[in-house]
């Protein structure tokens, strides 16, 4: 991952707008974080559309998977640590 993270965030589309065609739009379609750049940028130019519906639900989905995850840390980490080898 650390090696695949300069090339994302090159190809996002932060510093330019999203080419229609050619090589670069489809990286950026592939690209996870066009979805996370784009659709603020676009409402705060042009308003919130019914279209972009699924992106606030899909932060709120996030969160709550981040809510489990960090639950289930907090209770297995202690389980892991106990399974260690003492010195």
Do not use: K
């Amino acid at each position: 991952m650390p090696l695949l993270q300069p090339a994302i965030m090159w190809t996002a589309p932060i510093l330019y707008e999203m080419p229609a065609s050619g090589p670069l739009h489809w990286m950026n379609r592939l690209n996870p974080l066009t979805y996370l750049v784009d659709v603020p940028r676009e409402w705060l130019g042009q308003g919130w559309r019914l279209e972009e519906a699924a992106f606030p639900v899909t932060i709120g989905i996030s969160f709550v998977l981040l809510a489990i995850g960090l639950r289930s840390y907090r209770y297995s980490m202690p389980r892991a640590l106990e399974c260690l080898p003492r010195r």
